[in-house]
């Protein structure tokens, strides 16, 4: 019993020690402006769109493809 004491001990002491590390590091943390993160975002949706029409464009094809060999067949 006293040895599970000690474990959960030691485990409560390296959590919170992990957390006061936690707390440390979130105070160094340099946030992004408001014209960064506007920035960041119209990235961000910009991939978005691009990554979709990419996607759609590809779909179409691969339909097609299908619908011309299964035409063929």
């Keep these: 019993m006293k040895e599970l004491f000690k474990r959960f001990?030691?485990?409560l002491s390296r959590f919170t020690s992990y957390l006061s590390e936690v707390k440390g590091e979130a105070h160094r943390v340099t946030?992004?402006?408001?014209h960064e993160l506007?920035?960041?975002t119209l990235v961000v949706i910009a991939f978005i769109?691009?990554?979709a029409v990419?996607?759609?464009v590809c779909?179409?094809?691969?339909?097609?493809?299908?619908?011309f060999?299964?035409?063929?067949?």
């Design 69 to 73: 060999v299964h035409a063929g067949a």
């Design 9 to 11: 001990t030691s485990y």
């Design 38 to 40: 506007y920035d960041s």
């Design 54 to 56: 990419t996607t759609l």
């Design 49 to 51: 769109f691009i990554l």
């Design 31 to 34: 946030w992004p402006g408001k």
């Design 59 to 67: 779909d179409k094809a691969i339909q097609l493809f299908i619908q």
